[in-house]
Each structure stands twice: as C-alpha cells, then as structure tokens.
C-alpha cells in the first residue's frame, strides 16, 4: 500500500470513528432490539443534522451507522457467495467496505422527506434457527405518511447484527443481488465494485449533473456516429439512458389509456420493449456531427420535480429547446419526460399509442415498436 492510500485510509478511518462515537454503544451481549434503536437513532441523528450535511459527510455518516449495527461481511457473503472466496484479503475488504456504503445510502436515500419523522415502537418475531425480525416505521404529519422498515438480525459472529432489511417491502438484499446478476454475469467480481460505486455516486448527483451525463454521451455518439455506426452508438448509449431515466415510469405514463388493461407479463413485455425503443431512438436521431454543443440554461424547482433546461446549439446558431423533467426516485434524480422545443416526447407516445392500442391491440403496439427498431437498424427514420 502507497504511503497516500495508508494516510487516506487512515483519515477515512478516523471520519468512521468519530462519526460512531456520536451514536450508542453496543456490545456483544446487547439484545436485538438494542441493535434496532442503535439504527433508529443512527439514521435520525444523521438526517436530522444542522447545518446539514453535504452528501459526502452525509454518506460517512451513514457508513458508521451501518458498520455499527450491520453484519456486512455476511451481507457480501450472501450476494456474492463463493465468487468473494475467491479474492485476495485487500480486495475483499475493499469489497465489503463498499457493500456497507451502498446499504448506507440506500437507507438515506429511502429516508428522504422524512427528516422530521418519529420512529414508531419495535415489533419482534422469532424466524427460527436464531434469527428474529424487527419492524418498526418513520411516521410523517400525524400518520399520513408511513415509512416501513424490518430488519432480520443473527447472531453467527457472536453479535446481534442486522443481515437483511426491507424497506417499504423492499428487500435490499434481492434489489443488491439483481443489481449485480448482469454485472457478474460479464465482468465477475472485477465490476461489482465499480458497480456499486456507481451507484453511491449516482446518489450525490444534481439534476443538471444527470442531464451533463446524457448529453455527455450524446455528443460522444455524435461526434463519432461514422466509426461507431447504429449499433455502436446503440451500444454506447443503452447504459446512460437507462441510468438517466426512469424507463418503468415512463413506460406506465407513456401507456396511460391502457396500463391497466394489461396482465403482469404484458407489462413486463412493454416496459422492455418501450425501453429498446428509447434507446433506438437516440442511437438513429444522435446520428452526425458538424460542431454542436449543448448549453444547460438552469433549473426551475416544480411542485413535483424539477425542470432542467437547456438547448442544443446548431452550428449555424439555430437553437433546439431540450428541457428535462426530473423526479426523484430511490434516492436518484431520473428524466422523466423531454420536451423539445415546447412539445411533449411523453405526449406524442402516449397519443401513438394509445392509437396503435386502439386499432391493433397489445400485442400489434409490440410489434409497431419493433418495426420501428429494425427500420432504426437499417438506418431508415421518420
């Protein structure tokens, strides 16, 4: 280890530290419920800071709370299993480490407008073979709104530690593991930190920040749409737009007049579908490049969201409105319409739709979309 990474690590240690010496102490004889409290007062001390906090300091905050009173080597071992066997010490810590910092921001994440929030009492329930489950709930303005949460506790390394927790019926656990499955499935262990760090920074982000991303990644395809061709464009594009949008949201408005026509498989078919055709979209339209730029022109707060705007720039100084409605979903700011010089993408696809629908059915709209890819892929569009 260099001499920076050690006095790094040490400083980062020290942030740790200071930051758990705030909360209770616990200990190996404390009871479950002890654990849960110590949870409780973590995540509200954290949340109810003044001044507050910055998402960094907020985030090592968040990491002690978890590290107290969570079993994050066994929470690793469960979404890895023998794939983190596998690694030398160093990387396995590191890779653990970030397992708790992705579980700290998510309960952050999750507890967003709850600031002012009381915890409810504690619940507990045998679960057998020396586990127990512990439910309590954040209620808001008088019970209006509810935030739920169980933790699943075990005692194998001596200690009561947390081991799952559901939030909201959440399983953070299942949602860590789906996240990862592809990410395994193509890199192995090697991307799974990169992944979840990913995501711990995807937390941090401004709106404005999103949209810089995007349109990062437009002007790449852009500038180099000859070499790339569609489907490298395509290709280059599928990550940040799914990363950047709420695609299920956007699926479900976007099918408004018949969403709740359709069964469970159907919505699943759709969301997919809608998904591929959005990223086809962008792969067949961000086709060229002959100098232009974007300008972000600010945010405007909304009752349910926020609107970045911003234009891109034509080389011969024409201007195309692209402005972008934001909403904060799981911790993450995520586009959840464009409108492009004062028109509405959500409102023609759900007119488009809802006209396909009428006339050809569910299953004509799936194949009117994938028409529309594969003319996409041979470079043909409206």
Do not use: C
Request: charged share 25%; net charge negative.
């Amino acid at each position: 280890m260099s001499t920076h990474s050690g006095l790094r690590n040490h400083a980062l240690a020290g942030v740790f530290l200071t930051a758990a010496a705030l909360l209770p102490r616990s200990s190996p004889e404390e009871p479950p419920a002890e654990v849960a409290r110590a949870l409780q007062a973590g995540l509200q001390a954290v949340m109810r800071a003044q001044p507050e906090p910055s998402f960094a300091e907020r985030a090592q905050r968040l990491d002690a709370v978890v590290l107290q009173t969570h079993d994050v080597t066994a929470i690793a071992d469960a979404t890895l299993g023998e794939q983190l066997d596998g690694l030398d010490p160093t990387a396995r810590e590191a890779l653990v480490a970030t397992v708790g910092r992705w579980w700290a921001i998510a309960y952050g994440a999750a507890l967003e407008g709850f600031e002012d929030a009381d915890w409810t009492g504690l619940e507990t329930s045998e679960l057998g073979e020396g586990a127990v489950r512990i439910t309590t709930a954040l209620l808001r303005e008088e019970g209006t709104d509810r935030l739920e949460l169980a933790l699943d506790l075990g005692n194998a390394s001596g200690a009561w530690r947390i081991e799952k927790a559901h939030i909201d019926g959440e399983d953070l656990l299942g949602r860590m593991r789906d996240e990862l499955a592809p990410v395994l499935a193509s890199e192995g262990t090697a991307g799974v930190r990169p992944a979840l760090e990913h995501d711990v920074t995807r937390y941090g982000e401004t709106p404005t920040q999103t949209i810089e991303r995007l349109q990062s990644a437009l002007l790449e395809a852009m500038q180099h749409a000859d070499d790339l061709g569609y489907e490298g464009r395509r290709a280059l594009l599928d990550p940040v737009v799914h990363d950047t949008h709420d695609l299920a949201a956007l699926a479900k408005l976007a099918a408004h007049g018949f969403w709740d026509e359709l069964g469970t498989e159907q919505r699943v078919l759709f969301v997919e579908t809608f998904a591929n055709h959005t990223v086809a979209t962008y792969a067949a339209n961000f086709d060229g490049y002959s100098g232009e730029r974007f300008e972000r022109l600010g945010e405007r707060e909304l009752r349910r969201g926020v609107l970045v705007k911003s234009a891109l720039i034509k080389t011969e100084g024409d201007r195309v409105g692209f402005d972008y409605l934001m909403r904060r979903h799981g911790g993450r700011w995520s586009i959840l319409n464009i409108i492009v010089d004062g028109v509405s993408d959500l409102a023609i696809r759900r007119t488009e739709y809802a006209d396909v629908f009428q006339r050809s059915g569910f299953t004509g709209l799936i194949a009117e979309l994938e028409k529309q890819i594969r003319a996409y892929r041979s470079g043909e569009k409206d």
